[in-house]
Every structure is written in structure tokens, then in C-alpha cells.
């Protein structure tokens, strides 16, 4: 899933807040990318809409998203399992995302899976 574009209209991203996951284990998708910007290039959008689609399905926990100024973002979506990480994967919409990420907005990017064993959080 692509991580909100800073600063780009009529994109709006929500608050910033933590994700409320439950107690590990769980599993996590790690996407860091480097962006193509290009303003008007629809990422905003198509980023909302992957946030929008993807909380709705079946196994997702959360998502943590940020992007700094040199272009380097990190998105981490937490799933309850592998099944519906792939399930994920699979929808349609979502994979036409991926392969515009690959032709128009991404210079580079990388997507790492990991089970989450424990977690400590510090909350005020």
C-alpha cells in the first residue's frame, strides 16, 4: 500500500496516530519507497484510496505512514496473518496500483514481511 504524499492537493492526509494493534503476534508489511514527485500525478489519490480499501479488508490490524522531505517514505500495515496479506495482495484494484507505482511514481522500492514476536508502547 502507498504511503500518503506530503503536500499534495486535494490529497489530506488524517492525523498522525499509532496503530492500535493487538497483542503480537501479528504480522507487518514493511514498504519503503523513493518517490518519482510529480505533481498531479494522481499518487495522492490512488494512495488515499489504497489506505481506504485496504483497512477494509478482512485481517487488517493497522498502518503507520510517513515521508520525509528527500522523497524516502515508509508505510507499515499490520495483518493478522500471511493468508490475508496475500489476499490483500491480490485485490485487483490494489494491483493496479502496484503496477503504477512501478511505471509512474516510484524510483525505487522495496516491500518486506515480518511477524511481529512482541511490542512495547509508550503512550501520554
Do not use: C
Not at 46 to 75: C, H, I, K, N, Y
Not at 77 to 104: C, D, M, N, P, T
Amino acid at each position: 500500500m502507498p504511503p500518503p504524499a506530503p503536500n499534495s492537493a486535494p490529497h489530506s492526509a488524517p492525523a498522525p496516530a499509532l496503530a492500535a494493534t493487538p497483542q503480537p503476534p501479528y504480522w507487518a508489511v514493511i514498504f519503503t519507497s523513493l518517490r518519482d514527485e510529480r505533481p498531479g500525478d494522481g499518487y495522492g489519490q490512488t494512495a488515499d484510496r489504497m489506505v481506504e480499501l485496504g483497512s477494509r479488508q478482512p485481517g487488517f490490524l493497522g498502518l503507520e505512514s510517513a515521508r520525509g522531505s528527500d522523497g524516502l517514505g515508509v508505510t507499515v500495515s499490520y495483518w493478522s496473518s500471511l493468508e490475508a496479506i496475500a489476499a490483500w495482495k491480490a485485490v485487483a484494484e490494489h494491483e493496479a496500483a502496484q503496477r503504477a507505482g512501478r511505471a509512474r511514481w516510484y524510483h525505487a522500492f522495496a516491500t518486506r514481511v515480518a511477524r511481529v514476536e512482541r511490542e512495547a508502547v509508550f503512550q501520554r
